[in-house]
T-cell receptor
Framework: NAGVMQNPRHLVRRRGQEARLRCSPM?????VYWYRQLPEEGLKFMVY????????ESGMPKERFSAEFPKEGPSILRIQQVVRGDSAAYFC???????????FGPGTRLTVL | QQQVKQSPQSLIVQKGGISIINCAYE??????FPWYQQFPGKGPALLIA?????SEKKEGRFTISFNKSAKQFSLHIMDSQPGDSATYFC????????????FGTGTRLKVLA
């Protein structure tokens, strides 16, 4: 039973480019959370999605960031026109729903040059 | 009110000693308190979690103590081993909301051989 999968594991982008981060939840899980971890800091909630719905995006920056979780395929976190301050580790977690327990993926480490 | 305060920021313990990490919260609606362990370059892994209806939960060498009136909870690692050297995060969530986690800022534990 594969765990939460994220790809790519490492992503390097130049300022102004777009970054696309993918998350495949655990089998049977239909709830996905995205968190961001800045260097030497804790994880900060960004967005919570169910299939085809954004449930809570209270942690998402107002501009340049978007997320989706389509009916088929992985959840995508998209960052447009990246800036150096976007450099961080982005973690996805999944849950079966109706439960507090979340299972985390290995993360995508984004570096913006 | 959404903050979770974690201390200490770093901790050095001798092999075989007890490691103690503390967290405090303000939001009384929180009802699930997990602890995560994170090794460098990896995603957080659930160690142990507690709900407010119990004051203590033990799993192997790991124990959570929970003080509802003080709004504090702590992680105790008994017989600490060098392999326990990692960063530990406490978190809190509420079942009446979206289950999103509010994380503490992390404690970097080093166990000396």
């Amino acid at each position: 039973n594969a765990g939460v999968m994220q790809n790519p594991r490492h992503l390097v982008r130049r300022r102004g480019q777009e970054a696309r981060l993918r998350c495949s939840p655990m089998k049977g899980h239909s709830h996905v959370y995205w968190y961001r971890q800045l260097p030497e800091e804790g994880l900060k909630f960004m967005v919570y999605l169910q299939k085809e719905n954004i449930i809570d995006e209270s942690g998402m920056p107002k501009e340049r960031f978007s997320a989706e979780f389509p009916k088929e395929g992985p959840s995508i976190l998209r960052i447009q026109q990246v800036v150096r301050g976007d450099s961080a580790a982005y973690f996805c977690a999944s849950s079966p729903g109706g439960d507090n327990e979340q299972f985390f993926g290995p993360g995508t480490r984004l570096t913006v040059l | 009110q959404q903050q979770v305060k974690q201390s200490p920021q770093s901790l050095i313990v001798q092999k075989g000693g007890i490691s103690i990490i503390n967290c405090a919260y303000e939001n009384t609606a929180f009802d699930y308190f997990p602890w995560y362990q994170q090794f460098p370059g990896k995603g957080p892994a659930l160690l142990i979690a507690i709900r407010p209806d119990v004051s203590e939960k033990k799993e192997g060498r790991f124990t959570i103590s929970f003080n509802k009136s003080a709004k504090q909870f702590s992680l105790h690692i008994m017989d600490s081993q060098p392999g326990d050297s990692a960063t530990y995060f406490c978190a809190a969530s509420q079942s009446s909301g979206t289950y999103k986690y509010i994380f503490g800022t992390g404690t970097r534990l080093k166990v000396l051989a």
